[in-house]
């Protein structure tokens, strides 16, 4: 709070790259204002939540996505709004777009290795949902930056550039609306057994405009059956869902993710193939998953996080599983999951399907 300076005393929207230290400094320093921290990850907004409730975080910040490591602004935030305050003037919200219009501060963390064009888009919702005369933070975690400073200067006249020791902030004002707002969002299409099939991303959602390999693989892979109940983990863009919808009548699909646009996607590529059938599901953990209720899963796990994600995939199919399903896994690691995999499932098979293996796991081990 010290680099920003005297700001309004009203609403604050902002993003974090930690457990949303720079809205509880804010609550903190104007208690008759309120702040909202948004996420596009549920795990991250409730260990954020947590920590604003005075307990620690699950895991981590090293074991989180690149890019998530706090910035400069985030971080100085922190004198003010140590875990164990409790404030009841800071809202966490998961959303796939940022809550709400008219406020009169908006305060973005940014990274150098992070997605450009999420970035170009958070900015500009960023000025939409600024009042006019609004305050505008950014802060990067680049002493040279110069990227960043450019994007601003798309969207206001002036940006004043303060360096720091582990980055740049930059401070603007809003004095007018935006000329023309570009949209982000992106259709592709793919084929699967013959059919055209349309999917729809976003920035921030995994593989953004084009189907991914692994997602390929599995789709090459997968045998679905009518009445079949398939369960897509870490859904993305909801790829392996529509294929799966496509393939047989009356099947039934539960897309899970942890990135509210993710399950945004999957639902407007639905609508979009007029496939119905197609249940979405905002879920980090896998708790919300009925037991032995699924023919099938699949999932493509991220490679960061040193295998605790596909780890907790492996623990949510062996749960979700009927006796008689089975779990599809993608991966460029086999030997793991050919270590792991036994220990939840009888029967382990590794296929390989161009540059991926597909592991594939039957009759799941009961606790």
């Not at 888009?121 to 950014?138: P, S, W």
């Not at 099939?197 to 059956?225: K, N, W």
């Not at 009927?322 to 382990?348: C, L, R």
């Amino acid at each position: 709070m010290e680099a920003v300076g005297e700001l309004p005393a009203g609403r604050l929207l902002c993003n974090t790259a930690g457990w949303g230290q720079f809205a509880r400094a804010y609550a903190a320093a104007y208690p008759r204002g309120e702040a909202t921290c948004w996420f596009l990850d549920v795990y991250q907004r409730d260990c954020a939540a947590a920590v604003g409730a005075g307990a620690s975080p699950a895991v981590p910040l090293d074991d989180l996505e690149a890019g998530d490591e706090p910035a400069a602004a985030d971080t100085d935030a922190e004198t003010s709004s140590a875990p164990g305050t409790v404030l009841p003037n800071v809202t966490y919200a998961c959303a796939a777009d940022p809550p709400g219009t008219d406020y009169d501060v908006v305060a973005w963390c940014c990274s150098a290795r992070g997605d450009g064009e999420l970035t170009r888009e958070t900015l500009q919702l960023g000025h939409e949902r600024l009042r006019m005369g609004g305050r505008f933070l950014a802060a990067i975690d680049n002493p040279r930056d110069q990227w960043l400073h450019e994007e601003l200067h798309k969207l206001f006249p002036k940006v004043t550039r303060r360096p720091l020791e582990q980055g740049v902030l930059y401070l603007a004002t809003k004095t007018e609306r935006l000329h023309k707002v570009k949209s982000y969002q992106a259709e592709f299409a793919f084929r699967d057994q013959g059919k055209l099939i349309y999917a729809c991303s976003r920035p921030g959602v995994f593989s953004h405009r084009h189907i991914d390999g692994g997602a390929r693989a599995l789709i090459l892979t997968m045998e679905v059956q009518p009445r079949y109940k398939v369960l897509d983990l870490g859904c993305g863009t909801g790829v392996v869902s529509l294929a799966a919808l496509s393939r047989a009548e009356q099947v039934q699909v539960l897309a899970v993710d942890a990135n509210p646009r993710a399950l945004e996607c999957a639902e407007r590529g639905a609508r979009r193939n007029e496939l119905t059938g197609l249940e979405t599901r905002l879920d980090a953990t896998g708790e919300s998953i009925t037991a032995s209720a699924f023919d099938l899963v699949c999932a493509n796990p991220p490679y960061y996080s040193q295998f605790r994600i596909a780890d907790l995939f492996l623990r949510i199919a062996q749960k979700a599983l009927k006796t008689s399903g089975k779990v599809h896994v993608v991966t460029k690691s086999p030997d793991w999951f050919a270590q792991q995999m036994p220990q939840y499932f009888a029967e382990v098979t590794a296929e390989a399907v161009k540059s991926y293996w597909v592991m594939t796991g039957k009759r799941p081990r009961r606790t």
